[in-house]
């Protein structure tokens, strides 16, 4: 397997700009998870889902941003408008459900996120 | 909530040295705990998941140790390499499906 994907790589926007992010997860994991990487925060988690479903929505910011997964291979990030404070790095992140005791989650390579 | 400390913040090193990294959690009420490495520009990868019933886990030159109760775990590095250079994240799993991530060790090994 390829791993999880995240693109693009690197992602340079103005300020107000829409920003938009993708993940594809490894195949036959369930659970996907979005997450936000700063200086000053670390890691932190913004959403996941569970089934294409989300769950947990409690960790994004602002309405500006919102995630979709319209299917279990597919899943977006968006930010709309972008503000400079947007600038991290977002990782994309799989699990499958072998139960919580165990499962491991694999890492994206990340979308560096710059807004001038 | 979760609070996850790590010490020390950086260390550089010699090639060849035996290394500590060590790690402290709040809430002790954890199902297992993981140890990420994170390379510059890349994602995490996972290097060790010890359950809560274990007391440690080895991978090759890798050790870590968990100390439950005290909300403890150290990782243990034998004979740094270069290549060992990154930073070490300390995750302690509380069944939730949200992780608390450590601000992590990051580690320089000179040759």
């Known amino acids: 397997d390829a791993g999880v994907i995240q693109s693009p790589r690197h992602e340079v926007t103005e300020m107000g700009q829409e920003v938009t992010l993708r993940c594809k997860p490894i195949s036959g994991h369930d659970y996907l998870f979005w997450y936000r990487q700063t200086m000053m925060r670390g890691l932190e988690l913004l959403i996941y889902?569970?089934?294409?479903?989300?769950?947990?929505d409690s960790g994004m910011p602002e309405d500006r941003f919102s995630a979709k997964m319209p299917n279990a291979s597919f899943s977006t990030l968006k930010i709309q408008p972008s503000e400079p404070r947007d600038s991290a790095v977002y990782f994309c992140?799989?699990?499958?459900?072998?139960?919580?005791?165990?499962?491991?989650?694999?890492f994206g390579p990340g979308t560096r996120l710059t807004v001038l | 909530k979760q609070e996850v400390t790590q010490i020390p913040a950086a260390l550089s090193v010699p090639e060849g040295e035996n290394l500590v990294l060590n790690c402290s959690f709040t809430d002790s009420a954890i199902y297992n705990l993981q140890w990420f490495r994170q390379d510059p520009g890349k994602g995490l990868t996972s290097l060790l998941l010890?359950?809560?019933?274990?007391r440690e886990q080895t991978s090759g030159r890798l050790n870590a140790s968990l100390d439950k109760s005290s909300g403890r775990s150290t990782l243990y590095i034998a004979a740094s390499q270069p290549g060992d250079s990154a930073t070490y994240l300390c995750v302690p799993n509380t069944g939730r499906r949200a992780l608390t991530f450590g601000s992590g060790t990051r580690l320089q090994v000179q040759p």
């Open positions: 010890i359950q809560s019933s274990q």
């Open positions: 889902f569970n089934n294409n479903v989300p769950i947990d």
């Open positions: 992140a799989s699990s499958h459900s072998g139960g919580v005791t165990t499962d491991t989650q694999y």
